[in-house]
Structure formats: C-alpha cells, structure tokens
C-alpha cells in the first residue's frame, strides 16, 4: 500500500489478484463466493471496500 500526495490511500492490485487466483484454485467455493460479494455491493473477500457507484 502506498500513500499518494493528497493523503489518499492507493492499492496495489497485484497482491490481491495473486490472492484471489491461488484462493479460487485451491477450492472452487470461493469463485461463487466472489460472486455474492460482488453481488451484494463489496469489490472482493480480502480488499472489503463497496464498489464504486453504490
């Protein structure tokens, strides 16, 4: 995570999609669960922000 210069906090996206891969590979369950939290409003199960627009 880094800082830009007006303070507001950016992500780096790489480790997230890393996560998400090696989770999704190792049980199938968690693409479905994916897909209800991004149904339900929230961009991912290990960065719990709302989407944007919501």
Known sequence: M???SDSEET???LP???VDALAVESDPRV???RDLMRERGWV???RME???GR
């Open 2 to 4: 880094a800082s830009s």
């Open 11 to 13: 992500y780096d996206e």
């Open 16 to 18: 997230n999609d890393l």
């Open 31 to 33: 693409q479905r669960l």
């Open 44 to 46: 991912g199960w290990n």
């Open 50 to 52: 709302p989407l944007a």
